[in-house]
Structures are given as C-alpha cells and as structure tokens.
C-alpha cells in the first residue's frame, strides 16, 4: 500500500528536499505541495493524503490553525490526514498546541533523512510517536506552566486499573514491547489495552493519549521514571 503525502512548508527548498526523497521510496508518494496553511487545507480537500507534513510558522494561515482545521472538516467530508509537525525547538510551545489540536507527532527540520521517511510510515500506520521521549520532554515543559484542564469524570476514571497504568508508561514515551517489559504483559495485550484506551478517552492516537495523560492530571511533570526512560 502507497502512502499518500502532503508537503506544507513555505521554504521552497524544503519542500524540493523532502519531496525528493520522500517520492524515491517504493511505499510513499508526494501528492502536492503547498506554501502556506490555507493552500495546504486545500489540496488537503482535493488529494486527500495519508499524511500531511506540515511547516509551524507559515503566511496568510500558519500550521498550528491549519492543523486544527485539518482534524475537524466540514461535516460528510469524513477525512482526517495524519499530520506531522515540522519544527525546531525554538518554536515548541506552538508543537505543544499542535499535538493538543489533533497532530500526530513532530519531526525535527534538521532530523537525518532515514529519520523523516521513517517518521511518515510510523505516523501513516498510527503507531508510536517519533521520538515519544523528546516528545514527552516537550509536553512536560509546557504542562507545569499550564493548571490541568481537568477532563469529564468519565473519560478517566472510566479506565480499568490496567489501562490506567498502560496509559501512564504510553505517557512516559514507551513503545508497546517497552510497556509489556515493564507490566509483565503479553505485547498483544499490551496492544489491546491501548486500542481500548484510544477508545474510552475520545483520543484519536498515543499523541492525544499523551497530552490527555499529562492534562487530566494522571502524570506530572518531574514524575519519577523507575525505569529510567526521559
């Protein structure tokens, strides 16, 4: 199965470069590309792509407004791409409020290339985040400034005791083999436990589990890692 990519980035060469390399591999094509947010919802609309990479700070619509544009379309559309965030870290609060509007995860522009065409399969099959660690550093800098935003009783406390200790380690940046090393699970049942997760909090994937984790107040920043993960 091809994946389908839409490029997002108002630097002209940035788009040639990830274009490139991303159209040479035998399981990924380049459907468009834009150079501002408005235009990228657009060809959204016209080539429906798997995955979006999109830029943070654009003109006329930047990424982070573009995004949650992205996750709720117009009712009877029904698609909702994939959006991975291209960033540096001078601009992570904008990355913080891009996972909380529904993005996937987020990618370094200087990251190695093997690192971005990964980031796309990971993102296109909805599995971990890439790099959840740094990704968890990210959230957790930005949350202790932030009072928890407390979310309806139901949607936590509607967790088993099991699910609720799955969602902490997706929290602490952990795949799921990682999480079944530490609960002494099956990985499949560690897979079941966070499909159901996903379902009973309304999160689409782990990025939302994440943020979900941190805001409702089930994980803090400066928690204690036993297993010594970020």
Request: charged share 25%.
């Amino acid at each position: 199965m091809t994946i389908s990519v839409l490029i997002v980035d108002d630097q002209a060469m940035i788009r040639a470069g990830f274009g490139a390399l991303l159209d040479a591999q035998p399981d990924i094509e380049v459907v468009g590309e834009a150079g501002d947010g408005q235009e990228g919802i657009e060809l959204c609309a016209a080539h429906r792509p798997d995955v979006v990479l999109m830029d943070v700070r654009m003109p006329v619509l930047d990424g982070l407004e573009a995004t949650r544009r992205l996750m709720a379309p117009p009712p009877g559309t029904g698609h909702r791409p994939r959006v991975l965030m291209l960033t540096t870290f001078d601009i992570d609060d904008y990355v913080y409020d891009a996972l909380a509007a529904g993005a996937s995860g987020f990618l370094l522009k200087d990251a190695p290339p093997a690192d971005l065409i990964q980031a796309v399969r990971v993102v296109a099959a909805g599995e971990a985040l890439l790099s959840p660690r740094v990704t968890r550093r990210l959230i957790e800098g930005f949350v202790r400034s932030r009072p928890p935003a407390r979310p309806a009783e139901g949607r936590l406390h509607g967790l088993t005791p099991r699910e609720t200790e799955v969602l902490v380690q997706i929290a602490r940046g952990r795949s799921n083999a990682e999480i079944a090393g530490e609960l002494f699970l099956a990985e499949q049942t560690v897979k079941t436990h966070v499909s159901r997760i996903l379902d009973k909090i309304s999160a689409r994937d782990r990025a939302q589990a994440i943020v979900f984790a941190y805001e409702s107040g089930l994980v803090k920043a400066g928690d204690p890692d036993r297993t010594g993960g970020a």
